[in-house]
């Protein structure tokens, strides 16, 4: 099988907002026992402080998708430590936690081999590890969510990754998602993946 002996995080960029969608998407892996990662942007944190909260205080990982989605693999230095550093203070301020990734925007200078300078030498400032993701599930392409044709590419995408055990698992906070993600989670535990747990 597909997933035997392996493993998925999964993980949701954009968040907190919007908060319908994110509550939504709250239920669903407390009901699957599911500890998930949520990287969010610091402009939205400071206007949804209760949902940040609410990632958290609901045992989920919180971390850093910079403040206002740009990519920072063309902005300058001084810019990309304003993202970082701002994000980084107002979820310590809402959440009592510290972040310890940064998952930049698109994966944007966050790829190996395609590391961006400026933004290395930030997150390393900051005590923040670069992150992206092995499996992009593509839920913000019209149509929006996990439906069968975003299965079947995901399917590919670990059929094309036969060695690797652990996977991290792309998604955002949007109404489809949480719409498809009770039966995407049926699916990877269906192909015999380890879905992390609290």
């Given at each position: 099988?597909?997933g035997?002996?392996?493993?998925?995080?999964?993980s949701?960029d954009?968040?907190?907002?919007?908060?319908s969608?994110?509550?939504?998407?709250?239920?669903?892996?407390r009901?699957n026992?599911?500890?998930?990662e949520?990287y969010v942007l610091?402009?939205?944190?400071?206007q949804?402080p209760?949902?940040?909260s609410?990632?958290?205080?609901?045992g989920?990982?919180?971390?850093?998708?910079?403040?206002s989605?740009?990519?920072?693999?063309r902005?300058?230095?001084q810019?990309?430590r304003?993202?970082?550093?701002?994000t980084?203070?107002?979820i310590r301020?809402?959440t009592?936690?510290t972040?310890?990734?940064?998952?930049?925007?698109?994966?944007?200078?966050?790829?190996?081999?395609?590391?961006?300078p400026?933004?290395?030498?930030?997150?390393r400032?900051l005590?923040?590890t670069?992150?992206?993701?092995?499996?992009?599930?593509?839920?913000?392409?019209?149509?929006?969510?996990?439906?069968?044709?975003?299965?079947a590419?995901?399917?590919?995408?670990?059929?094309q990754?036969?060695?690797?055990?652990?996977?991290?698992?792309?998604?955002h906070?949007?109404?489809?998602?949480?719409?498809?993600?009770?039966?995407?989670?049926?699916?990877?535990?269906?192909?015999?993946?380890?879905?992390?747990?609290?």
């Open positions: 099988m597909l035997d002996g392996k493993s998925v995080v999964l949701f954009d968040g907190p907002a919007p908060v969608a994110l509550e939504s998407i709250l239920r669903t892996l009901e026992e599911i500890r998930a949520f610091g402009d939205e944190v400071r949804y209760g949902a940040a609410m990632i958290v205080s609901q989920h990982d919180i971390q850093n998708h910079s403040w989605h740009p990519n920072l693999a902005e300058t230095e810019n990309v304003w993202e970082l550093e701002q980084q203070n107002i301020e809402t009592g936690v972040p310890t990734r940064i998952r930049p925007p698109y994966g944007a200078g966050g790829f190996r081999g395609h590391l961006d400026e933004l290395v030498d930030v997150a400032e005590s923040l670069i992150v992206t993701w092995d499996i992009d599930t593509e839920d913000w392409k019209a149509p929006q969510g996990l439906g069968p044709d975003k299965i590419y995901i399917e590919t995408q670990f059929a990754q036969p060695r690797k055990v652990s996977f991290n698992v792309l998604m906070v949007q109404g489809a998602t949480a719409r498809d993600l009770p039966a995407f989670i049926s699916q990877l535990r269906e192909w015999g993946f380890a879905i992390a747990g609290p």
